[in-house]
């Protein structure tokens, strides 16, 4: 009798644990080249029973809870299909990963929210009706199964339900007490931005905020990742953000850019990805940015992300010459007349200041080859700076500015490296001549400004064999070091230049010798003929 008893005991333990696993009914389609395919068996993990489909490819199972996959079987091969977190009553297959056709998913209407109102279908619209109101008071446990009737038979009414499913199972996952379970949820809201993907319009917009969602949810402290499978959950959002990318081209939203290069660091600084992975997708993003930034309604998002994007390149360490030249001189060597690249590759070099490296020079002189432009021409003087051939560089630079360069801050720059290498060489005039060049182009250019009081400054020596003469040189280069100081960039050294060369001034006795008087006007001849004002050394 006693072992009656346990016998019993143990039956009726079987019986409550096998009734606390909540169970479902689930139907599918199984296809093999875009056809329902007959003669598959389906089985379910930890739930009882199978289906063979017929040739309609259907099949029909009873899963639990506790269900993560389900089992495929043809002839001698078997295939897995995750299901952890998928709370669809329909779960189709692709044998051989076709995409599976729309119109012959099983109960789904392919109509939108304006056709199924004007053919009035009652289903979908008390569905909606209900989960919506539902929906509005927080009572998400009553709206969820009339949204899933919506979410499952009309997934192209409109993108509300998408929007409110993701919103739904986060707040789920918020709730949820343990890893396992986020997860699960985690994996229903990455669902629901597939099939939005599949059935709504901005597909890359949609792969970006479904990055955004994911990279977000599991790098919360509370979603409890270790270090591996933070790593592992960061590079699937990565992929999920650079197809974004690449769906999205030069409309790519910003934030998502900056998340794809948050993540890219992440995975540099875990070895995941090399150095040239980085450099590629930095090159890449800019492209983009710039296109964004050259557009007046996307400029203002470009421009914020622009400095996050190259601070977090900069953070990396993979910017240097070095590892440019590397990376950039094998891609030279075998297409040497890819103007796109070309201009790309020197405009990186100049950014990291590189424009000393050999290859610089080399790019420098087969882009100008290949189209003749000014900043080619400024590329090849610069390199003849490096090579130590001046006539050559004062050549191009001469190239560059006589350009009609449609941007006058780009031409001023020209001329203002014109006059450095002038200044460099005692071409003190034609040095003059084109700082001021620049300064009809860029009237704040202190630079220029700062330059035209060094070149006075060294004139002074040869300007005059009178002493006092040579001396009124500095009134007009210490103006131009005053005028530098007004402007913001020049406005410490401007002012520190301008005390310097006052130290220099004709004395008061010399003043009053040459029958001048502090503050009158004063015209410096020769070939600086300009007009100062006398002041005398303190």
């Known amino acids: 009798m006693k072992a009656i008893k346990i016998t019993l005991t143990a ?4 019986f409550i644990i096998t009734a606390s696993y909540a169970q479902r009914k689930i139907t599918g389609i199984v296809y093999m080249n875009g056809k329902p395919q007959a003669g598959i068996l389906v089985e379910a993990h930890k739930a009882k029973g199978s289906f063979f489909t017929g040739f309609d490819g259907k099949y029909e199972l009873t899963i639990t809870d506790k269900t993560k996959y389900l089992k495929f079987s043809f002839l001698d091969e078997s295939k897995k299909l995750s299901i952890e977190g998928n709370t669809a009553d329909i779960i189709n297959f692709s044998w051989d990963g076709q995409e599976i056709p729309e119109e012959t998913e099983p109960g789904v209407v392919l109509k939108t929210v304006e056709q199924l109102q004007k053919d009035r279908d009652t289903e979908f619209l008390n569905n909606y009706s209900l989960y ?58 990455m669902m629901v931005f597939d099939k939005r993907i599949k059935y709504m319009e901005n597909k890359g917009e949609v792969m970006g905020l479904k990055a955004a969602k994911y990279l977000g949810t599991i790098l919360q402290p509370s979603f ?34 900056v998340l794809f290069m948050q993540s890219t660091k992440k995975l540099y600084s875990a070895n995941e990805i090399t150095k040239s992975n980085v450099i590629d997708n930095y090159e890449n993003i800019m492209a983009i940015l710039e296109t964004q930034q ?42 040497p007349n890819d103007v796109v690249f070309l201009k790309k590759v020197l405009k990186t070099m100049k950014k990291e200041n590189c424009t000393d490296t050999e290859l610089f020079g080399q ?5 100008y080859s290949l189209e003749p432009s000014a900043d080619a021409a400024f590329n090849m003087a610069n390199a003849y700076v490096k090579k130590n051939n001046y006539e050559k560089a004062f050549e191009y630079y001469e190239k560059a500015y006589s350009v009609n360069e449609t941007d006058p801050a780009t031409r001023a720059t020209y001329y203002y490296y014109a006059a450095m290498l002038g200044i460099q060489h005692d071409r003190i005039q034609f040095a003059r001549d084109m700082a001021r060049e620049a300064l009809k182009l860029k009237a704040d250019y202190c630079e220029a400004l700062m330059l035209i ?3 006075y400054g060294q004139a002074s020596k040869s300007f005059s064999s009178d002493e006092f003469e040579k001396q009124t040189v500095f009134w007009i280069a210490a103006d131009y070091f005053e005028k530098a100081s007004r402007i913001g960039n020049c406005a410490n050294d401007g002012r520190s230049k301008a005390n310097f060369y006052s130290g220099y001034f004709p004395n008061k006795e010399e003043v009053f ?7 009158q006007r004063y015209t410096i001849g020769g070939w600086i003929n300009e007009t100062t004002t006398v002041r005398v050394k303190k």
């Open 11 to 14: 039956i009726l333990l079987v």
């Open 132 to 189: 919506r109101e539902f929906f509005k008071q927080n009572d998400f446990a009553s709206a969820l199964p009339h949204w899933r009737n919506v979410y499952r038979s009309y997934p192209k009414s409109t993108v509300q339900i998408y929007k409110d499913g993701v919103d739904l199972y986060e707040k789920h996952l918020n709730n949820a007490m343990d890893g396992h379970t986020k997860n699960q949820y985690l994996d229903t809201m």
């Open 224 to 257: 409890g990742l270790n270090e591996d499978q933070l790593i592992k959950g960061v590079k699937k959002g990565y992929e999920f953000a650079e197809k974004s990318i690449k769906e999205s081209g030069n409309m790519a939203e910003p934030a998502v850019i």
């Open 294 to 335: 050259a557009n007046p309604e996307t400029k203002e998002k470009a421009d914020q992300a622009m400095p996050l994007v190259e601070q977090i390149v900069e953070s990396c360490g993979v910017l240097d010459c070095n590892a440019l030249v590397e990376l950039y001189q094998p891609k030279f060597n075998e297409n």
């Open 363 to 367: 790019i420098s002189e087969k882009l």
């Open 453 to 455: 009081g060094e070149i």
């Open 513 to 519: 010798f040459r029958s001048l008087t502090e503050g």
